[in-house]
């Protein structure tokens, strides 16, 4: 029986790697796979459930077969780029699962020598101690992508693992699930257990798959509109992108919500689209050199046209507030934060890219500086606060900058920046 659950289990494995969620953008996923290594390696049904339960061969067993499926089928479809990762997760999901079920804390028993004995613990409690195991062993790969994303971006260790478990989190809740239930049936079911449980599992993939692939086409779709005033010579080269990747992280920062950030980076993405509008194009769509008039007019034209899409039209409000200074939106008292931030490191980047042609570039202590001249009547000064806490702490600005513009800020935000540095 041993070496039947073996071979089905490989299979399982190999069907789960060449059968991954794979879209364009987005870390690709092999839940059945997973559910079926970590359910092999926590089942008291193999190797036989004779013996000890904590042995090595529990562990090395389903290792062997889960790293055998993830090398051969990375080979074979050649996917050399990525072998590594899938590897890393593969080896990572199945030692976690094992190690966790194998030593009790504190020199108690293990998770599988409880299962074998049944002493004094109930069955409702071994399957939720099961589940609590293979939720951790399924999400400390999840964890581990988003902590190795935020320190190669500098990033929040918290939102970004955060954004993370958002995105993954549900798969990856249905894959620990899955892997509980088929370790607790492996024992009398035998290998049918991995058709009866792998069935709804792989039914549910395709759903998945199709709806991460909207989202990324949503997202594309994003990217492509912002990139329409750069191919008409209308603003500078990857102005949009440049603003978007800073005024999310800019806008955390300044205390928005995780869940409004996709707002903040599409109303960043999309800021500029009126200049299309425009008789006479801006020297480099610098808008940052423009009258007020104008700018709101840009921002006015730009939300128009948003408008006119059912799935963009919810956009348009903050793109057309992108055009309100800072003393107006106080006046208003609705303006959202989206659009505060976004003009902002809008600014921010028409002074330091190469866009500004009437001033010149200026360094990022320089474009700061000019940008805390005309704060708050020009510029939210929360949010300038922000950028400069964002910007000492990835290193753009240094202690020296700081001093300098120390003398610019509010003695509040002068201190919360140079606790930052």
């Known amino acids: 029986m041993t070496l039947q659950i073996a071979v089905v289990a490989l299979l399982a494995m190999v069907v789960g790697e060449a059968w991954r969620i794979a879209v364009p953008g987005v870390v690709r996923d092999a839940p059945l796979a997973q559910a079926t290594a970590v359910a092999l390696v926590v089942s008291t049904g193999w190797p036989s459930g004779e013996g000890d339960p904590n042995s090595l061969l529990g562990l090395l067993g389903p290792l062997a077969l889960a790293c055998l499926a993830t090398v051969g089928v990375g080979v074979a479809r050649r996917r050399w780029g990525s072998l590594r990762h899938d590897l890393a997760r593969t080896v990572s999901t199945v030692v976690v699962a094992g190690v966790l079920a194998r030593i009790g804390p504190g020199g108690a028993r293990s998770l599988l020598e409880r299962a074998t004995t049944q002493e004094g613990d109930p069955a409702p409690l071994m399957a939720l101690l099961l589940l609590v195991v293979a939720v951790v062993a399924v999400g400390v790969p999840v964890v581990a992508r988003a902590a190795y994303e935020a320190l190669r971006e500098r990033g929040s260790l918290r939102a970004t693992v955060g954004g993370h478990l958002v995105r993954h989190g549900p798969l990856a809740l249905a894959t620990a699930s899955t892997a509980a239930v ?25 759903a998945v798959a199709r709806q991460r692939r909207i989202r990324e086409a949503q997202r594309q779709t994003l990217f492509a509109l912002s ?84 799935e963009l039209s919810r956009l348009a409000p903050l793109v057309a507030d992108v055009g309100v200074p800072h003393h107006w939106a106080v006046e208003r008292g609705d303006v959202a934060m989206a659009s505060r931030v976004v003009r902002v490191i809008s600014a921010y980047d028409d002074l330091t890219g190469t866009g500004t042609r009437l001033s010149g570039a200026h360094s990022p202590a320089e474009a700061v500086e000019r940008i805390l001249r005309a704060t708050p009547y020009e510029y939210d000064p929360d949010v300038v606060d922000a950028l400069i806490r964002h910007l000492v702490r990835t290193g753009v600005l240094g202690s020296t900058d700081l001093g300098r513009l120390r003398q610019l800020l509010p003695g509040s935000r002068a201190a919360a920046s140079e606790r930052a540095s």
């Open 227 to 310: 990139r329409l005033t750069d191919q008409a010579g209308l603003t500078a080269p990857g102005h949009a992108v440049r603003v978007a990747r800073l005024a999310v992280p800019v806008a955390r920062e300044a205390g928005v919500d995780d869940a409004d950030l996709p707002d903040v980076e599409a109303t960043a993405l999309l800021h500029d689209v009126g200049q299309v509008g425009l008789w006479r194009p801006i020297p480099g769509g610098a808008t940052v050199e423009i009258s007020l008039r104008d700018q709101r007019r840009i921002a006015a034209t730009g939300a128009a046209v948003l408008a006119r899409t059912a």
């Open 182 to 206: 088929m370790a607790l049936s492996l024992s009398d079911l035998g290998w049918p257990t991995f058709v009866l449980f792998l069935v709804p599992m792989a039914l549910l993939q395709p």
